[in-house]
């Protein structure tokens, strides 16, 4: 009875505390670890991945699978910059075009997988695989930039806006001056949102009924078709938002840039599977995943751990987390709450 | 000359006894008919027999010798050969006939590494005539229909030479014509002196082929049936078993006609289904499987199109089109399977009974837990359903208490016409009773049909009782005095028995 007590608290709070303890270790090891600049930059250096991750937990959320995320955001890095840089176009109709573009592929997505029947993975690959020949089409291969040469010889006069790139770059005060950036606003606000949505509507009670038992939720009169859609174009919007984040970082459209996106918010979604035991995808533990991965590696950094070893830390992060979620919490059976 | 021999097998699941001392003798070339309800414990005998199981008591031999297989291969290799239900378990779509028809040859010892596909092919082809079979042995077998692939299952257990060889329900997806097909198949292998245990509720089935039927209920052998002409009737009586229930039933006439059935056509019969169900009435739609009953369920709760004919509700003309609408329209279902159909596993109690009605308990979309958990609770109390509290895990219950959640589901809101296909599938008779009392003390307001094969199911908790046999009403019965040989006699489908007592 003990021990079953102590296995449940393991898998319950076990994440937490290692997370904490390692906050506690870098903050006395590392100097400067602990300081408002320090979290501010793992914040930054998580919020793009973890915007994605929160999409791709929908999708997981209704026993889905996006792959193309990675490949929608440099999408919308590319028309980001396109349509700021070639066609002229204002910040707000370059944002607009890029959330619809994300919306419109997550309803492809979504209508290859409900009414065509490929199976997830495949219609996801399929359309990453799309996407990124797609983006270069239209530059010959090459990145965008102010002033670069046109296929038809002329230069290009556009440039990217102020206020895009305000979205990207701009910091607001907190405690110390200049300290939040806007991404990582705009990814809690997501995070926020995506939680709210999953965890207090019908609608995310039902896309979880969907991802549990589909037949049982379609035999109650869900519109499973409908939800498993919707989940989709979520995850195409969140992911056309990291990609214009992205685009304003960088104030170019960068062909080699978010090469790792897909892979990074992936890893988040599933670690999150082992926060707070819940054993399923779920936002609270998407965002903490992705943090969990930001602090790991600013961490070793600022021990001096070569940039290298970053993957392979990763990847045993995420290991272990799975051992978490499906080993211990099939131990304790099939006993949990919501 | 006996093939194989049973002598009080025992089984049991935890405190459940699903096999209470079996006598079974298997001769060869004689085709012996198992007959049992769900859950009478016809899949456990065969999965004993065949090597999934082992049996906790009870000794079994084959041609004389001891016969307790360690898995399944061994099974096979002593000669039980097995054909599940599910055809594809029996058959890899994805490969031709060829192949399929020699695939045991591909996994013995010593098979070259190299497959000669003409030598492969000239071997199927040897099989295939052996057995009567008339198949270009390089299809695919995911394009030949279904009977074929029955076939192709029947003849790759033939290629390992079996002494018993056991078919579980072989007829479920197959047409008339196509099972006679597999019947001819049958007879080929009797008079090649095969011993074939028979699983099968379909009384036509079992008039073509039977020499001798076995009865099954709650674990036991109810009856054997080997003098010619074989009772029929009596088979039946055995399997469903009437030990007249003591729930006494106040039959209610019903008020006003609420879903009307008009005409309608149902799969494998020339003949159509008209029937109307009243305001406060419990009506009972029995039959054997393949009767008709599951089929009705859907396209009343719109799983199905009505084809032929048209359904109405108060009056008004009536054709959903899917869950949704049937929902809508005030049309509920609790489906049969409900580990399949109905429950969520992920979800606690609450969540699992309030999943239909998930809008009522939300403003704006947001739920509230208040709401949810207060409706559970009353819910649970009235139901009767063992928990802790209403925020236990859905797979922490036992079946029946499952069931009581499923079944709640549905009365949370109040419907027109509610739907149970098979309320007490795997629900033990204290939780039975529960439900078939809570059914009938709510029925004012709906008209309710409740699907069921078992005819004590039938009579516990139903005002009237409608008989299905292969698509088509053949009795209608006041649950009062009824005349119970002449409703076994409708269930079994004997020709003679068109008595209708009213």
């Known amino acids: 009875m003990n021990n079953e007590k102590i296995l449940n608290f393991a898998i319950r709070f076990g994440f937490l505390i290692l997370l904490m303890g390692l906050v506690l270790y870098f903050s006395l090891s590392a100097s400067g670890f602990a300081s408002p600049r320090s979290a501010a930059f793992i914040l930054q250096s998580v919020a793009i991945t973890g915007i994605l991750a929160l999409g791709v937990t929908c999708t997981l959320v209704v026993d889905g699978f ?90 290009a006069e556009g440039a990217f806006s102020q206020a895009f790139l305000w979205l990207g770059r701009h910091r607001f005060d907190m405690v110390v001056e200049r300290l939040v950036p806007v991404p990582v606003v705009i990814f809690l606000i997501t995070a926020l949102a995506i939680w709210v949505f999953l965890e207090l509507t019908r609608h995310g009670r039902l896309m979880y009924a969907i991802g549990s038992n589909e037949r049982a939720a379609a035999l109650v009169g869900a519109n499973v078709n409908r939800y498993k859609i919707a989940a989709y174009m979520i995850s195409g919007v969140t992911a056309s938002i990291g990609g214009i984040l992205l685009a304003a970082r960088l104030g170019r459209g960068d062909i080699a840039s978010g090469n790792n996106l897909l892979l990074d918010s992936v890893a988040a979604a599933l670690i999150g599977f082992a926060v707070l035991g819940a054993a399923r995808p779920n936002a609270f533990g998407t965002a903490v995943g992705a943090l969990f991965v930001g602090i790991l590696l600013q961490g070793l950094t600022m021990m001096n751990a070569p940039y290298y070893t970053q993957d392979f830390v990763k990847g045993a992060v995420l290991v272990i987390a799975l051992v978490f979620t499906f080993y211990l919490s099939a131990k304790r059976g099939s006993g949990g709450k919501t | 000359m006996k093939a194989c021999e049973i002598r009080g097998l025992e089984k049991s699941f935890g405190r459940n006894h699903v096999l209470r001392g079996i006598d079974l003798d298997l001769d060869s070339g004689e085709v012996v008919v198992l007959m049992g309800a769900n859950g009478a414990g016809k899949s456990t005998l065969v999965k004993i027999l065949c090597g999934f199981q082992g049996a906790n008591a009870g000794t079994m031999t084959l041609e004389g010798q001891p016969f307790d297989p360690a898995d399944a291969a061994d099974a096979i290799a002593r000669g039980v050969v097995t054909v599940h239900q599910s055809i594809d378990d029996g058959v890899i779509p994805d490969l031709d006939v060829a192949t399929n028809l020699m695939l045991n040859r591909l996994t013995e010892h010593g098979a070259s590494l190299l497959v000669r596909d003409r030598a492969l092919r000239v071997a199927a082809r040897k099989v295939a005539d052996n057995m009567g079979l008339d198949l270009d042995v390089r299809a695919r077998v995911s394009d030949l229909s279904v009977a074929d692939r029955q076939m192709i299952a029947i003849a790759r257990a033939m290629a390992y030479d079996p002494k018993v060889l056991i078919l579980d329900e072989p007829t479920s997806s197959l047409s008339a014509s196509e099972a006679e097909r597999l019947f001819a198949l049958l007879d080929r292998l009797r008079e090649q002196g095969v011993a074939i245990l028979y699983i099968s509720h379909r009384m036509s089935d079992i008039r073509r082929i039977a020499d001798r039927i076995v009865c099954m209920r709650d674990g036991k052998i109810s009856g054997v049936f080997d003098q010619a002409p074989l009772d029929y009737d009596g088979a039946v009586t055995a399997m469903l078993g009437h030990r007249m229930t003591d729930v006494n039933i106040d039959v209610a006439s019903g008020g006003s006609a609420i879903l009307e059935v008009e005409r309608v056509m149902l799969d494998g019969s020339d003949t159509p289904v008209s029937f109307s169900a009243h305001d406060g009435e419990v009506v009972a739609i029995t039959g054997l499987l393949g009767s008709g009953k599951s089929q009705l369920a859907d396209m009343i709760f719109g799983q199905k199109p009505v084809k032929t004919g048209q359904l109405r509700i108060d009056g008004q003309p009536y054709a959903p089109a899917s869950a949704g609408q049937a929902v809508a329209a005030g049309v509920f279902m609790s489906s049969k399977d409900r580990s399949t159909n109905a429950v969520i596993p992920d979800f606690d109690i609450a969540n699992n009974m309030t999943l239909p009605f998930l809008g009522s308990f939300s403003r704006l979309s947001l739920l509230s837990k208040r709401k949810q958990r207060g409706a559970a609770t009353d819910m649970i109390k009235q139901i009767g359903v063992k928990c802790q509290s209403d925020q236990d895990g859905i797979g922490t219950l036992s079946g029946g208490n499952q069931q009581k959640v499923m079944i709640g589901r549905w009365l949370l809101e109040d419907s027109r ?49 409608i008989v299905l046999h292969e698509g088509a009403i053949v009795g209608t019965h006041e649950n009062s005095n009824i005349d119970l040989d002449a409703l076994i006699a409708q269930v079994s489908g004997a020709k003679d028995a068109q008595t209708q007592a009213n």
């Open chain 1, 66 to 155: 996006d792959l193309s995320i990675g490949s929608v955001a440099t999408t919308s890095l590319m028309l980001s910059a396109y349509a700021m840089v070639i066609l002229e176009m204002s910040a707000f109709s370059a944002v607009m075009l890029c959330l619809f573009m994300g919306a419109v592929v997550g309803l492809i997505n979504g209508l290859l997988i409900v009414k065509f029947k490929v199976p997830d993975l495949l219609a996801t690959l399929g359309m990453m695989f799309l996407l990124i020949g797609l983006q270069r089409i239209p530059t010959q291969g090459n990145s965008i930039a102010t002033g670069m040469k046109l296929p038809d010889g002329s230069v």
């Open chain 2, 417 to 465: 016409v509610l739907l149970l296909d098979e309320p007490f599938q795997g629900v033990d008779i204290g939780a039975r009773r529960d439900i078939g009392r809570h059914i009938r003390a709510t029925a004012k307001g709906r008209a309710t049909l409740v699907f069921a094969a078992e005819l004590d199911e039938a009579l516990e908790i139903a005002d009237r009782i």
